[in-house]
């Protein structure tokens, strides 16, 4: 049986099952790590995160945002996370870790932002297997604050698709201090003056 | 008459055009864009999975491990 994706990839069903089986086993490892303590709470950012509300967007990595415990020092440290997964045979490469087959890259919420993001992060399912996603308001807020070429592109895309709350998002940019970015890329994207 | 201001409206037309209309195929493009982005979150991340593999080699490490009977349903196509 062939399923072919309307972006014309030829997706046979056994490969789709495959992929999403992988998928799912790689999230049910980082549930794994959460449960265990190894991470605190941990929510799905970046591209895969905004393939959620668009279309597919190609990219190398699954970010995993989290929230680190307090080592004994009290320092918070990402090599903890390293060590449980290389004693469980995943390999890192470069700055990421491999889990089933995917490149994982494990990010420390790193301002207010993110941690709120992680914060309310909105509960789904992959399948069977329970995860975490930024909402689309606070992907949105981050990309601006990112502002790179391939963060307005796809922000560009959130609002081509209508998937955000501008109210919630123009709440985010105000209490983010993201005004005069989202001036910016209101005039250079959305033809739109103050 | 109606005839021969057809043939020249046709005539001006192609002077005064000289490329291509392609607005069904950019209408086909975006059908195909929203198609996709209505997918489930499930079928999506496949395919951006599924994108990983056409990258070229040395771009991407890791070979992707597929399991045999997709590698033999490939082989065959």
Known sequence: ?194 | MEELQDKISERERMMTSKYPDITDLLEAKARRRRELAALTWEEKVAIVRQMQFLLPKGVWGTKPILPPTVKTQNRQK
Do not use: C
């Not at chain 1, 994982?104 to 790193?110: D, I, R």
């Open chain 1, 1 to 194: 049986m062939t399923q072919v994706a309307p972006s014309g990839f030829e997706l046979d069903a056994a490969r789709l099952e495959h992929m999403r089986t992988r998928a799912a086993g790689e999230l049910a490892v980082i549930n794994d790590m959460e449960r265990e303590g190894t991470i605190g709470r941990y929510a799905i950012g970046g591209a895969v995160a905004a393939t959620r509300y668009v279309e597919p967007i190609q990219t190398y990595d699954l970010d995993v945002f989290v929230m680190l415990p307090a080592s004994s020092s009290g320092l918070l440290s990402i090599a903890q996370i390293y060590n449980y997964l290389k004693a469980r045979g995943y390999e890192p490469q470069a700055e990421f870790m491999m889990i089933e087959g995917w490149a994982v890259q494990f990010l420390p919420v790193y301002n207010a932002l993110t941690e709120e993001a992680l914060e309310q992060a909105i509960d789904v399912d992959f399948g069977t297997t329970p995860t975490r996603v930024f909402s689309a308001e606070h992907l949105a807020a981050i990309m601006l604050e990112t502002g790179r070429a391939k963060d307005h592109a796809r922000l560009v895309q959130f609002f081509e698709f209508g998937v955000l709350n501008r109210a919630v998002l123009e709440e985010l940019v105000s209490r983010y201090h993201l005004e005069e970015k989202w001036r910016n890329f209101k005039t250079r994207f959305l033809s739109e003056k103050e």
